[in-house]
T-cell receptor, first 108, second 115 residues
């Protein structure tokens, strides 16, 4: 079983739409959680940390459910510039484990 | 301030050859991690170094090795290259290792092609 699993998508949405997707992780002892964004074959960039109480950063909302071991990301009012691959990332000790990514394409 | 820098940006090698990839962390960062990203997959953890010592190792064969220098820069070495080693190799730096909310900053990577 993969350590982090994500729906690969693609999610193809119009500008202004809301899009949401999840990931699941296998290690119940995982300590911290992140969403990274990766544009086509460029380096991953931190989008936001994910906290147990849920957190927002502008149009982005992240949720963590430790009991069910899943993490979600919701994007409101999608912009063309939100088109990217979103990587779900889980930390266990020194190691970050990445999902394979969810591809989002926002169309005009 | 410069971000994480990696060199070279692209590299073409043949099977059986050896390769050295280089990484300079953000100034003040003492931890460097290496990741391999095969097309269509997420990055896979290879090594982490902190204060010049190996602090973690992923599930990669002994053909992969790394080291960190006194100035905190790092090298990743891969011997006896296989076709399957073709990937984007990412270096990431952080201020320290193991902190719960430690954030990694990635370089733009080295694209290695093995023919």
């Amino acid at each position: 079983r993969k350590e982090v699993e994500q729906d690969p998508g693609p999610f193809n949405v119009p500008e202004g739409a809301t899009v949401a997707f999840n990931c699941t992780y296998s290690n119940s002892a995982s300590q911290s959680f992140f969403w990274y964004r990766q544009d086509c074959r460029k380096e991953p960039k931190l989008l936001m940390s994910v906290y147990s109480s849920g957190n927002e950063d502008g149009r982005f909302t992240a949720q963590l459910n430790r009991a069910s071991q899943y993490i979600s990301l919701l994007i409101r009012d999608s912009k063309l510039s939100d088109s990217a691959t979103y990587l779900c990332v889980v930390r266990s000790d020194y190691k970050l484990s990445f999902g394979a990514g969810t591809t989002v394409t926002v169309r005009a | 301030d410069a971000g994480v820098t990696q060199s070279p940006t692209h590299l073409i090698k043949t099977r059986g050859q050896h390769v050295t990839l280089r990484c300079s962390p953000i100034s003040g960062h003492k931890s460097v991690s290496w990741y391999q990203q095969v097309l269509g997959q997420g990055p896979q953890f290879i090594f982490q170094y902190y204060e010049k010592e190996e602090r973690g190792r992923g599930n990669f064969p002994d053909r992969f090795s790394a080291r960190q220098f006194p100035n905190y820069s790092s090298e990743l070495n891969v011997n006896a290259l296989l076709l399957g080693d073709s990937a984007l190799y990412l270096c990431a730096s952080s201020t320290r290792t193991g902190a719960t909310n430690e954030k990694l900053f990635f370089g733009s990577g080295t694209q290695l092609s093995v023919l």
